[in-house]
């Protein structure tokens, strides 16, 4: 369930109408509601309850302040896998020991930041990290708090590029391999190993891989706290999917969620940490555009948006489905249209086909479920202004990024004096 509901025929944002923020701010522009990012975060604390845990942003999907704020008054931790996400974090007011760092090729400076700005812990994902970082928290006179990332090979069945817990993909240590490797981290100096770590993937629809990787997840708790180590902590991961529309068949409930985890690890003892992403921010964000034109093509008809592929990837990478629907609803879809933006690619195509109701020059349409991996991915490709992004809580709202002016846009480039 969202926030963006018709009323009297208009879509709003809670009490918003979605008009006023256009004719505010122009379009295309991001709109997120405050009601539905804090709904879904207590959806996971509820789920998780009564284990001890720390529900992890994850920072990827949607990195605005005010977001991370909104979620960190509510008591969230963060999710980040860069020095930049993690001063996004620190800057959104987030204490660094709610902040896990994850990622596969952390670098030295990004360590030291962390490491001096405080952190919770580090889910280091390799054997040359865990060698990097003993030097880092060496040189510091201090100790990094670390999980190993397991990849326990597991198949999350998930699109191919968000698809992370096979043993073909780059991320984390072979599970196999996991006993040997803590050991190593072990006797390592400016280490403290505090639980272990694992994420099989994106916009999973189905609780078996998670399942498999979780119950692969206790056995090695056992077993590490056979050879002597401390397991406190168990971090695993995020990935659970939502609705990209609502025809298709309904992914897990956070609530199945939580039971599955209190059946596979719940009786450890471990305080439990997830880093979900995308099904907080997801369906709390919609991207609002203009129709730019109605072309007749042969045999087709383009519905040319001011909103395009730099704006809103996930079509054109992923192949992924938005539902797009009219902001003044039109009643039943009398036309089929291919959706596309204004940039200079056949790859700017957002819908080929979809089924709308009649539009008109200068109509409204929002795409839903683009709240994570929309804004954090867009562009300025084709010297597009970056696309900004409003809060809506109850009936206010407010710009949280401004659109870039042109001269802003300009001003970034340098040309040096001996052209
Ligand atoms: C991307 C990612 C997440 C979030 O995934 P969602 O599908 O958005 O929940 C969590 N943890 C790690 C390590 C990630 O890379």
């Not at 704020?69 to 996004?88: C, F, H, N, Q, W």
């Not at 974090?89 to 030295?108: E, L, M």
């Not at 939502?242 to 450890?268: C, F, H, K, Q, W």
């Not at 992403?277 to 129709?291: C, K, T």
Request: net charge negative; charged share 20%; proline share 7%.
């Amino acid at each position: 369930m969202d926030h963006f509901l018709y009323r009297d025929g208009t879509l709003h944002a809670e009490d918003v109408p979605l008009p006023e923020i256009a004719a505010a701010v122009g379009t295309p522009v991001y709109v997120y509601s405050a009601a539905t990012l804090t709904r879904h975060y207590h959806l996971f604390t509820e789920a998780l309850s009564p284990l001890p845990h720390l529900v992890c942003f994850a920072v990827k999907s949607n990195g605005n302040l005010a977001v991370l704020k909104l979620l960190g008054d509510l008591g969230a931790g963060m999710d980040v896998v860069s020095e930049g996400e993690y001063r996004r974090a620190r800057a959104a007011g987030i204490p660094g020991d709610r902040i896990v760092f994850s990622g596969v090729g952390k670098t030295r400076d990004e360590m030291r930041t962390a490491l001096q700005g405080g952190i919770r812990q580090f889910n280091v994902e390799s054997e040359p990290e865990l060698l990097a970082l003993s030097e880092v928290a060496t040189s510091l006179g201090t100790t990094a708090p670390i999980t190993l990332r397991v990849n326990p090979d597991v198949d999350a069945k998930t699109h191919e590029k968000i698809a992370t817990g096979r043993k073909e993909d780059k991320f984390g240590i072979p599970i196999a391999r996991a006993r040997e490797i803590y050991a190593q981290a072990a006797a390592l100096p400016g280490l403290q190993i505090v639980g272990i770590d694992v994420h099989i993937g994106s916009q999973l629809t189905d609780l078996g891989p998670f399942e498999a990787a979780y119950t692969k997840v206790a056995d090695l708790t056992r077993a590490l706290r056979a050879d002597g180590h401390r397991i406190d902590r168990l971090d695993l991961g995020g990935g659970l999917g939502i609705p990209y529309t609502r025809s298709n068949e309904l992914p897990p409930l956070p609530l199945d969620y939580g039971a599955m985890v209190r059946r596979t690890v719940g009786d450890l003892g471990c305080e439990i940490e997830i880093e979900p992403g995308r099904l907080i921010s997801g369906n709390a964000g919609i991207l609002l555009a203009s129709v730019i034109y109605l072309k007749q093509g042969e045999g087709r008809d383009f519905l040319i948006l001011d909103a395009a592929m730099n704006d809103l990837i996930r079509p054109a990478m992923y192949g992924a489905w938005h539902d797009i629907v009219p902001v003044q609803d039109g009643g039943a879809p009398t036309h089929v249209y291919d959706v596309v933006g204004p940039v200079c690619e056949s790859g700017d195509t957002f819908a080929r086909g979809r089924p709308l109701p009649p539009l008109s020059e200068g109509a409204l349409v929002a795409f839903r479920s683009a709240g994570a991996y929309g804004a954090v991915m867009a562009s300025e490709y084709n010297a597009r202004p970056l696309v900004p992004e409003v809060l809506v809580q109850g009936d206010h709202f407010a710009v949280i990024r401004p659109r870039p002016s042109f001269d802003d846009m300009l001003a970034r480039d340098t040309i040096p004096q001996w052209l």
